[in-house]
């Protein structure tokens, strides 16, 4: 398997709650490099077109808000099958699904406030990281 990069948020929840380092060991010991990272605060705009794919399901809004409620650290990783080892170790979406050691079962407060995002799929992360990074902020 070659390596491959994805793109991760640590939402407001986390930032909120200092547990940015804790959550980076998390990644950092499933084989995942932070080969990018900076803190921002997202605009309405940014997170409006970066959940766009969300922007007809009823928690929309409240998402968007809660996006830019709080600074968040977006990054990229890379390791060897990183969209899909980082969807791992992130766990569920729904805490309550979330398995045991996963960032989400770990530190997730709920549904919303559930502490970081990860791409999908590589050809979502190449989207992804576009946003937020430009090329020579990534230093792998
Ligand atoms: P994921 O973040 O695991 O990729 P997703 O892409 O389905 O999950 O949804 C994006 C974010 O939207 C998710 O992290 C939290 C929020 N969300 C999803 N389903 C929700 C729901 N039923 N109620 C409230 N927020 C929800
Ligand atoms: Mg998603």
């Known amino acids: ?23 980076n060991a998390v990644f950092e010991k499933a084989g995942l490099r932070i080969v990018a990272q900076k ?13 766009a794919v969300h922007k007809d399901r009823p928690f929309f809004g409240e998402l968007v808000e809660f996006m830019i409620s709080e600074p968040v650290v ?4 890379e390791g060897e099958n990183a969209v899909a080892r980082h969807r791992e170790v992130m766990g569920a979406t729904n805490p309550a699904n979330a398995a045991e050691g996963t960032v989400r079962k770990l530190y997730a ?32």
Do not use: C
Request: proline share 3%.
């Open 39 to 51: 803190r921002i605060r997202m605009t309405k705009e940014q997170a409006e077109t970066f959940y």
């Open 1 to 23: 398997m070659a390596i491959e990069r994805t793109f991760s948020i640590i939402k407001p929840d986390a930032t909120k709650r200092n547990l940015t380092g804790a959550i």
């Open 74 to 77: 977006v990054q990229v990783l």
């Open 109 to 140: 407060l709920s549904i919303g406030e559930n502490s970081v995002h990860g791409s999908d799929a590589p050809e979502t992360a190449k989207q992804e990281i576009a946003q937020f990074f430009s090329g020579n902020e990534i230093v792998g």
